[in-house]
């Protein structure tokens, strides 16, 4: 995608990052202190998508853990006017490449079953349900586990 890229976040994106944030799940929308926790953990990736031009604008985020063979996406999300443009396909992208490089063997996330956009999302990147987890989410919602497996078998993009 022009004019946008991936760079880790930092502590001055946060105002904007809780702003997408708010929008985006409205359901169990993530704390600054969720955020602020993942800069100190040493497994964690936290990036922002941001405009070349100022570095400044961000237009979406994600966070995902690399630990041992497995990498797990936490979060992502796009603001609400950069949507549709392809920029959740190119962060995933970047996570199943960086996954790649560190040697894990697959890629896990859970969504809810209702969310219909980000579950297309991630089945155009080949990720497949793994298993359904019963109440998962606060409200009692039933999440899909989905998992991308990395070894050996090409990443379809
Ligand atoms: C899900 C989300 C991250 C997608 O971001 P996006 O930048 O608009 O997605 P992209 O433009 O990269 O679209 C990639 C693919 O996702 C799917 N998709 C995206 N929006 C969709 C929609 N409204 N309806 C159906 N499929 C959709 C399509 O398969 C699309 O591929 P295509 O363009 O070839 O059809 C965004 O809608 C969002 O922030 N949602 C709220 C937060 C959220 O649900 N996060 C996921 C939690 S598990």
Known sequence: MEGYSLRP????DLDRVLEIEAVAQPQGAWTRDHFVGEFEKPYSRFLVLTDDETD???????????????????????DVAARGMGYAKLMLRSLISDAVRAGAQRVNL???????PA??????LGFT??????????????AYQMALHLDGAPVVF
Request: hydrophobic fraction near 45%; proline fraction near 0%; charged fraction near 20%.
């Open 9 to 12: 976040a930092a502590v001055d």
């Open 110 to 116: 859970e969504v809810r079953k209702s969310n219909v």
């Open 119 to 124: 579950i297309q999302l991630y089945q155009g």
């Open 56 to 78: 400044t604008q961000v237009a979406g985020y994600l966070v995902y853990w690399v630990m041992f063979e497995e990498a797990s996406l936490q979060t992502i999300a796009v």
């Open 129 to 142: 349900v793994s298993q359904i987890r019963k109440s998962f989410y606060s409200n009692g919602e039933d």
